[in-house]
């Protein structure tokens, strides 16, 4: 990809992330306070119940797609992909319904009807936006990935916001809305990474499905970090939403939001490297390998840098502009220390992508560290501190990132010297 063509997926990236921006800001101006904090801890349960189903066949969708030159074939894996996950995510979202019960009771029953097929179509889309990934059609990527949704919610919001004050469950309906339909718009993507002619036989899917059973360790390994990863963040609004008083909960979401600003910005070079690592890596170019991946590294530290100061300097302006009362000290505390976590997570993540495109062997130590630092996250509820709780997932990021440095300096000199 050129100089150009990079700068320019940047800058799609930065629409992607103005648009999240714009819908927090809307939904925080236009909404109460607790309606605001409902829909963050909604879109968490969204995305943990989808991790949980997608069992990394997401990771999966990208490396295939890398590797596979037949179109037909191909998108016959990719439909197994996308139905068994739906499948698998509508058993979990049905499982974190249980949980989010007591919270969204008053909405009402086509709640619990919408909430496990929003998750499936999210997921759908997740897949197909990895698929685009390994195709190296990374524009497409990004706009199904980070783009459509918002697209399509921010205008419902701005509608009928006067509708969504007195009615938090037409907000919360909009925005599973805007999932489904973003799932049917990346359906219409595969036309172009698919067969000319739509003549794929359901024998021939079913054959593709079979392959799935040959999963590689290393999927279920990468499958674990990732879940973890999401699982940490979930976990953290799970007990915040309980111990904390409502605006020290938006001051959190509020974190949560550009911590995942920042991830996002961060995948950018996730879109660009990932598939060239696998290439590379097949081809046995160990050399120039490792100077991508240096490269790529440098980037992304300077990247996480830079934004890290922006929210440091500006935090009480940047709380300011969703809500007046969050002009205090307090909540500034909390707004940083939730973006803690993230800022450790960030400069390991292209590692993390490195050693599962190259087959890299360290990722039992680095999912038995995650699984490890779950368990006791799972243990802290009966401790009610917010600070003790994001001290515990810093600590279980950072373990990991340090298990990650070190396989990925293990895998470099092999690569050196092969």
Same mark, same amino acid.
């Given at each position: 990809?050129?100089?150009?063509?990079?700068?320019?997926?940047?800058?799609?990236?930065?629409? /992607?992330?103005?648009?999240?921006?714009?819908?927090?800001?809307?939904?925080?101006?236009?909404?109460?306070?607790?309606?605001?904090?409902?829909?963050?801890?909604?879109?968490?349960?969204?995305?943990?119940?989808?991790?949980?189903?997608?069992?990394?066949?997401?990771?999966?969708?990208?490396?295939?797609?890398?590797?596979?030159?037949?179109?037909?074939?191909?998108?016959?894996?990719?439909?197994?992909?996308?139905?068994?996950?739906?499948?698998?995510?509508?058993? /979990?979202?049905?499982?974190?319904?249980?949980?989010?019960?007591?919270?969204?009771?008053?909405?009402?029953?086509?709640?619990?009807?919408?909430?496990?097929? /929003?998750?499936?179509?999210?997921?759908?889309?997740?897949?197909?936006?990895?698929?685009?990934?390994?195709?190296?059609?990374?524009?497409?990527?990004?706009?199904?990935?980070?783009?459509?949704?918002?697209?399509?919610?921010?205008?419902?919001?701005?509608?009928?916001?006067?509708?969504?004050?007195?009615?938090?469950?037409?907000?919360?309906?909009?925005?599973?809305?805007?999932?489904?339909?973003?799932?049917?718009?990346?359906?219409?993507?595969?036309?172009?990474?698919?067969?000319?002619?739509?003549?794929?036989?359901?024998?021939? /899917?079913?054959?593709?499905?079979?392959?799935?059973?040959?999963?590689?360790?290393?999927?279920?390994?990468?499958?674990?970090?990732?879940?973890?990863?999401?699982?940490?963040?979930?976990?953290?609004?799970?007990?915040?939403?309980?111990?904390?008083?409502?605006?020290?909960?938006?001051?959190?979401?509020?974190?949560?939001?550009?911590?995942?600003?920042?991830?996002?910005?961060?995948?950018?070079?996730?879109?660009?490297?990932?598939?060239?690592?696998?290439?590379?890596?097949?081809?046995?170019?160990?050399?120039?390998?490792?100077?991508?991946?240096?490269?790529?590294?440098?980037?992304?530290?300077?990247?996480?840098?830079?934004?890290?100061?922006?929210?440091?300097?500006?935090?009480?302006?940047?709380?300011?502009?969703?809500?007046?009362?969050?002009?205090?000290?307090?909540?500034?505390?909390?707004?940083?220390?939730?973006?803690?976590?993230?800022?450790?997570?960030?400069?390991?993540?292209?590692?993390?992508?490195?050693?599962?495109?190259?087959?890299?062997?360290?990722?039992?130590?680095?999912?038995?560290?995650?699984?490890?630092?779950?368990?006791?996250?799972?243990?802290?509820?009966?401790?009610?501190?917010?600070?003790?709780?994001?001290?515990?997932?810093?600590?279980?990021?950072?373990?990991?990132?340090?298990?990650?440095?070190?396989?990925?300096?293990?895998?470099?000199?092999?690569?050196?010297?092969?």
């Amino acid at each position: 990809m050129s100089p150009f063509r990079k700068m320019l997926l940047l800058v799609v990236r930065g629409l /992607a992330t103005a648009l999240n921006f714009a819908v927090g800001l809307a939904l925080s101006n236009f909404v109460s306070v607790s309606a605001f904090n409902a829909f963050g801890y909604l879109h968490s349960s969204l995305n943990f119940s989808s991790m949980m189903g997608m069992l990394g066949f997401n990771t999966l969708a990208l490396k295939k797609a890398a590797e596979t030159e037949d179109r037909k074939s191909g998108v016959g894996l990719l439909f197994s992909l996308i139905l068994i996950s739906g499948l698998l995510t509508l058993l /979990a979202a049905l499982i974190v319904s249980t949980f989010i019960n007591d919270k969204f009771s008053s909405v009402g029953y086509l709640f619990f009807l919408m909430f496990p097929l /929003a998750v499936a179509c999210f997921t759908a889309t997740r897949i197909i936006s990895d698929w685009n990934k390994g195709r190296e059609r990374q524009f497409v990527a990004v706009f199904l990935e980070s783009l459509v949704w918002l697209l399509l919610f921010l205008p419902l919001v701005v509608l009928f916001r006067e509708q969504m004050k007195q009615n938090v469950g037409l907000m919360l309906h909009s925005y599973f809305v805007a999932m489904i339909l973003a799932s049917v718009v990346s359906f219409f993507s595969i036309r172009r990474i698919g067969p000319k002619r739509t003549d794929l036989s359901l024998s021939e /899917a079913v054959g593709a499905g079979k392959r799935l059973m040959s999963l590689s360790k290393l999927s279920w390994q990468y499958y674990v970090l990732q879940l973890c990863n999401v699982a940490q963040v979930y976990l953290l609004i799970f007990y915040a939403e309980r111990y904390l008083v409502p605006l020290e909960l938006t001051a959190l979401l509020i974190a949560t939001r550009f911590g995942g600003v920042m991830v996002t910005v961060s995948g950018v070079l996730v879109n660009i490297y990932a598939p060239k690592f696998v290439k590379m890596y097949d081809s046995g170019n160990g050399v120039d390998l490792v100077r991508l991946f240096r490269e790529s590294k440098s980037i992304n530290a300077t990247l996480l840098i830079l934004m890290l100061a922006c929210f440091v300097v500006f935090d009480e302006f940047i709380l300011s502009l969703f809500h007046d009362g969050l002009i205090d000290p307090k909540y500034s505390v909390v707004f940083l220390l939730t973006l803690i976590p993230y800022a450790l997570r960030i400069p390991f993540g292209l590692q993390e992508y490195y050693l599962s495109m190259t087959q890299g062997s360290g990722l039992d130590a680095i999912v038995f560290a995650s699984v490890l630092v779950i368990s006791v996250t799972l243990l802290l509820h009966m401790d009610k501190s917010i600070v003790n709780l994001i001290g515990v997932i810093s600590s279980g990021v950072l373990i990991r990132s340090i298990t990650n440095s070190v396989f990925t300096v293990r895998k470099i000199n092999n690569c050196l010297k092969s």
